[in-house]
């Protein structure tokens, strides 16, 4: 079975903090995303990349930043951590070629106080 | 903008009844379709798929139906039970230039089964 599994199901972090959210896929996939999950807007894609190094920005990349040093790790930064940061956060992977689905962890609860 | 949405944020049925969750999208572009269920506590999980070259596909007690006139996907679930109380999302999938694909969903309809 493909397997992503993300470091923590519960954070609860103090405004200002550097909040490091980490994502390791065990398929060798080439994809890997980072998405906020808020009650009313669904899933929301706040950076993606596509090879080893290579990220780009989604839809709402501002106060994050990412890094992807091995294939199968990415990692989510939030440099200065801010209540309006407080979400669900969810890790997917999916092969680069061909029309196949994403695979999710199991998310990540990020209170930030 | 483009964008993928649902109809209804809330379907309430009951159990035995069958359930229809829509979805709308905008970009004719789009050649691949996802529907994914979210439990509580849960990450999403696939359902079922199609290719914009197919109308219907079917799994078990599960149909997706896609409409390109109209830019419109629908799931089916067959005698609903209460295990299927969930949030659905329907997701689309753009490809770009050099082959990075993304996922882009609505906003999702959450589905509650009673007795």
């Known amino acids: 079975d493909v397997k992503v599994t993300q470091s923590s199901r519960y954070l609860v972090k103090r405004t200002g903090e550097k909040v490091f959210l980490e994502c390791v896929q065990d398929m060798d996939h080439e994809n890997m995303f980072w998405y906020r999950q808020d009650p009313g807007l669904g899933l929301r894609l706040i950076y993606f990349?596509?090879?080893?190094?290579?990220?780009e920005k989604g839809d709402i990349p501002e106060g994050y930043s990412v890094s992807r040093e091995k294939k199968e790790r990415f990692s989510l930064i939030l440099e200065s951590a801010s209540t309006n940061q407080t979400s669900m956060y969810l890790c997917a992977s999916s092969p680069q070629s061909g029309l196949t689905e994403a695979f999710f962890g199991q998310g990540t609860r990020l209170t930030v106080v | 903008g483009e964008s993928v949405g649902l109809h209804l944020p809330t379907l309430s049925v009951q159990e035995g009844d069958n359930s229809i969750i829509n979805c709308a999208y905008s970009n004719s572009a789009s050649d691949y379709f996802i529907w994914y269920k979210q439990e509580s506590g849960k990450g999403p999980q696939f359902i079922i798929d199609?290719?914009?070259?197919?109308d219907k596909r079917q799994g078990q007690r599960v149909t997706v139906l896609l409409n390109k006139t109209v830019k419109h996907l629908s799931l089916q679930i067959a005698a609903t039970q209460p295990g299927d109380s969930a949030v659905y999302f329907c997701?689309?999938?753009?490809?770009?230039?050099?082959?990075?694909?993304?996922?882009?969903f609505g906003a999702g309809t959450r589905l509650a089964v009673h007795p």
């Open positions: 997701a689309e999938k753009r490809n770009r230039a050099g082959g990075y694909n993304k996922l882009i």
């Open positions: 990349s596509y090879d080893v190094k290579m990220k």
């Open positions: 199609i290719r914009s070259n197919m």
